[in-house]
């Protein structure tokens, strides 16, 4: 055979290996094709409003992900039954994105890497100098966009909680008993602002836990838990820091508070950073496996999250746009799971 025709040989049968590979390694004018992205997203709403809501992000990633070189063909999104489910999905790759908590996040670490943080709005105090929460001046939300927040412990007008708040204003930490002696307003044991964090605050303050304390209410929801704390029912809630500045115009106009709500309250308790939700990516998926993808996936959605489109897609999910993670960010919540088994 002539050196050419050995040439064209070897050439062919190249041709017919790279023809195997998988989707995503496939070049087509100078884009790399991507068959299908898979995204889940966790309940944050009802399935139906979320799936209806983040239709359009399908094709701004897509839109976004050519640019950088993907050609992504298809952008199926689909809603989780559950949060655990979603992190399932990750873990084995069925899924190759996911929107989901810190807390599913760290459970499923081994088999999920995170990608970013969602941002929210940030209040001007972020501290855990309980005299700068009662120095008399209202919380107000920034402009400023941030990546985590902070759980509160905070006391109404009830005789007892009052008490307690003029000690820790007085710079004194409050006893065991006198806390355990307080009617507490918490949120179900999955919520992190509104029951893990603060029980993790508790134990490290004091060695107990939110199941330690002698009166408990469970509410349905923060509105339901503030309405208690200022008609009496509870001495203190917990909640997530800027509770006040939320609940401020419905504490005298629907809970039925005899004042404002910052003469009335104050706080007796910070907790840690809490980091907020994640876009995470599954390390077993086979797309996932290219690090230019995941870099310009996570370049797409910052770029997104910027745009007023964009913004009001994220909404339904809670989220205002989108900063780099890593994976330290979430060693309090690592705390939380292994101090609170």
């Not at 029912?233 to 504490?251: C, E, G, L, P, T």
């Not at 004042?259 to 990516?281: A, C, E, F, L, M």
Request: contains cysteine; neutral net charge.
């Amino acid at each position: 055979m002539k050196k050419w025709q050995v040439l064209l040989s070897a050439l062919l049968v190249g041709c017919v290996f790279l023809s195997g590979c998988g989707s995503s390694d496939t070049q087509k004018n100078g884009s790399k094709e991507v068959e299908e992205l898979k995204i889940a997203v966790s309940p944050y709403q009802d399935a139906d409003t979320i799936q209806t809501k983040t239709e359009p992000l399908g094709k701004m990633l897509q839109e976004k992900m050519k640019e950088k070189g993907y050609n992504i063909k298809k952008v199926t999104i689909n809603v989780g039954t559950s949060y655990n489910a979603v992190g399932e999905a990750l873990s084995s790759g069925s899924a190759d994105m996911g929107f989901i908590s810190g807390a599913t996040y760290v459970m499923y670490d081994k088999d999920v890497d995170v990608l970013l943080t969602a941002l929210r709005q940030g209040i001007d105090k972020d501290t855990t100098d309980l005299s700068v929460w009662n120095n008399g001046t209202p919380e107000a939300f920034k402009k400023d966009l941030v990546k985590y927040y902070r759980s509160a412990i905070v006391v109404g007008p009830s005789a007892k909680g009052q008490a307690i708040l003029a000690k820790v204003k007085r710079g004194e930490k409050p006893t065991w008993d006198e806390l355990n002696d307080l009617t507490w307003g918490v949120m179900s044991p999955a919520s992190a602002s509104g029951y893990l964090y603060p029980s993790l605050w508790l134990k490290d303050n004091y060695g107990k836990k939110i199941s330690d304390l002698a009166h408990v209410v469970q509410s349905d929801s923060y509105t339901t838990s503030t309405a208690r704390l200022a008609s009496g029912q509870v001495d203190v809630i917990v909640a997530y820091s800027h509770i006040r500045a939320h609940m401020a115009k419905n504490w005298q106009e629907k809970f039925g508070g005899t004042s404002d709500i910052w003469s009335q309250t104050g706080v007796i308790g910070v907790t840690d950073k809490i980091y907020n939700d994640t876009v995470s990516v599954s390390k077993t998926s086979k797309v996932m496996q290219d690090e230019n993808f995941r870099k310009a996936l996570g370049e797409s959605l910052i770029e997104i999250g910027k745009t007023d489109e964009g913004l009001k897609v994220l909404q339904t999910l809670g989220h205002k746009g989108y900063d780099w993670a890593q994976s330290s960010d979430y060693d309090g919540e690592r705390k939380v799971q292994q101090e609170l088994k």
